[in-house]
């Protein structure tokens, strides 16, 4: 819960956004592929859980900026 309500912090932002378009290359996501669900890893349950966490964080700050 701490790092979902820290995740509106804008002083993170340009670190988030570097840290998601990463991912987003590194795992060849693309709106035209429509292959999004590949940002959540599943092979383990650590991996998991990080994951989903990375993904509702970015949803909140989204949120928080529009």
């Known amino acids: 819960m701490v790092g979902f309500i820290l995740a509106t912090d804008m002083a993170k932002?340009?670190?988030d956004l570097t840290a998601f378009k990463?991912?987003?290359e590194h795992k060849n996501i693309?709106?035209?592929q429509d292959n999004g669900q590949?940002?959540?890893d599943s092979?383990?349950?650590t991996?998991?859980?990080d994951s989903q966490q990375q993904f509702l964080?970015?949803?909140a700050?989204?949120?928080d900026v529009s």
């Open 61 to 63: 700050h989204a949120s």
């Open 30 to 32: 693309t709106k035209d």
């Open 57 to 59: 964080e970015l949803i």
């Open 38 to 40: 590949l940002f959540i």
């Open 43 to 45: 092979s383990d349950d």
């Open 47 to 49: 991996k998991l859980y």
């Open 13 to 15: 932002h340009m670190e």
């Open 22 to 24: 990463n991912k987003c």
